[in-house]
């Protein structure tokens, strides 16, 4: 008998394809046993398999695309990433829109936090407060710069890119941005931010502050201001769309127009 079945399953993986053979499995089985595995069997501890489940999760996603087309799904994710990307840079690049938006607010360097305490503790806490409002008042000054390389990176979008990432979690449109702009970003802010840490006199600033924490310690310290707020606005800007992207995904009165309305109200009820 043993013999038999093993001669039966050798048969089987020589068939073509593989719906082929689960049919013939399923069915040999049905024969055998009365057990019908197309039925659905209720989960009792055991695991489920790979195909169900691979099946399952292609139902679900289907059913939450709707009856939107490709063009929608396409322009509403587009939509959404220019509004967060346009709300971003615009409440960022005023007085104020870094300095007194603890969200993104760029703090001290971590290498030069013991130079605050320092200063604090001698009386010259003020100068380390405006260091700090200066390393602000740089990125207010060059996150302009990040509007065109969003607008490049949202226009390639592609089909496919906009099925995945209205399927994907609360942030999947900034994520994409993120994959698709950071080098470029990087590149573009780095002398953007050096030209306005020397226009708002952070640079000079700092030079100062580190220069009195050196005499008094008798150390030497020294860090990369440029690099360092280049990456902090940066990480701001993506703060600021991903939390729109977040908003326009879970509170329908930010969806401002049809298309918005449309393709995220499509993802309500998922």
Same mark, same amino acid.
């Given at each position: 008998m043993k013999k038999n079945i093993f001669l039966a399953v050798g048969l089987l993986f020589s068939m073509s394809?593989?719906?082929q053979i689960f049919d013939i499995i399923k069915s040999a089985v049905k024969d055998k046993t009365g057990v019908d595995l197309n039925t659905p069997v209720k989960n009792n501890? #055991?695991?489920? #398999?790979?195909? #169900?489940t691979t099946s399952s999760q292609t139902n679900n996603s289907s059913a939450n695309l709707g009856n939107l087309t490709s063009t929608q799904i396409s322009s509403g994710l587009k939509e959404a990433l220019s509004i967060g990307v346009t709300d971003g840079v615009k409440k960022l690049a005023i007085t104020d829109g870094f300095f007194k938006n603890e969200a993104v607010k760029i703090l001290m360097p971590e290498k030069l936090r013991k130079i605050d305490t320092t200063l604090r503790s001698i009386g010259m806490g003020s100068l380390a407060d405006e260091g700090v409002k200066l390393l602000n008042r740089a990125a207010e000054d060059a996150v302009?710069?990040?509007?065109?390389?969003?607008? *490049?990176?949202?226009?390639?979008?592609t089909i496919t890119d906009a099925k995945n990432i209205l399927l994907g979690s609360n942030n999947a449109a900034t994520s994409y941005l993120q994959g698709k702009t950071q080098s470029q970003l990087f590149t573009a802010f780095q002398p953007k931010v050096k030209a306005s840490l020397g226009k708002v006199g952070a640079d000079t600033?700092?030079? *100062?502050?580190i220069s009195k924490y050196n005499t008094f310690t008798g150390q030497s310290v020294t860090t990369d201001l440029n690099?360092?707020?280049? #990456?902090?606005?940066? *990480?701001g800007v993506f703060k600021m769309v991903a939390d729109k992207e977040s908003g326009i995904r879970n509170t329908p009165a930010m969806r401002t127009t049809s298309i918005l309305q449309k393709v995220f109200g499509a993802q309500d009820g998922k």
């Amino acid at each position: 008998m043993k013999k038999n079945i093993f001669l039966a399953v050798g048969l089987l993986f020589s068939m073509s394809t593989q719906a082929q053979i689960f049919d013939i499995i399923k069915s040999a089985v049905k024969d055998k046993t009365g057990v019908d595995l197309n039925t659905p069997v209720k989960n009792n501890g #055991t695991k489920t #398999t790979t195909t #169900t489940t691979t099946s399952s999760q292609t139902n679900n996603s289907s059913a939450n695309l709707g009856n939107l087309t490709s063009t929608q799904i396409s322009s509403g994710l587009k939509e959404a990433l220019s509004i967060g990307v346009t709300d971003g840079v615009k409440k960022l690049a005023i007085t104020d829109g870094f300095f007194k938006n603890e969200a993104v607010k760029i703090l001290m360097p971590e290498k030069l936090r013991k130079i605050d305490t320092t200063l604090r503790s001698i009386g010259m806490g003020s100068l380390a407060d405006e260091g700090v409002k200066l390393l602000n008042r740089a990125a207010e000054d060059a996150v302009t710069e990040a509007a065109p390389i969003f607008t *490049n990176a949202i226009t390639s979008m592609t089909i496919t890119d906009a099925k995945n990432i209205l399927l994907g979690s609360n942030n999947a449109a900034t994520s994409y941005l993120q994959g698709k702009t950071q080098s470029q970003l990087f590149t573009a802010f780095q002398p953007k931010v050096k030209a306005s840490l020397g226009k708002v006199g952070a640079d000079t600033l700092w030079k *100062n502050l580190i220069s009195k924490y050196n005499t008094f310690t008798g150390q030497s310290v020294t860090t990369d201001l440029n690099e360092y707020v280049t #990456t902090e606005t940066i *990480n701001g800007v993506f703060k600021m769309v991903a939390d729109k992207e977040s908003g326009i995904r879970n509170t329908p009165a930010m969806r401002t127009t049809s298309i918005l309305q449309k393709v995220f109200g499509a993802q309500d009820g998922k």
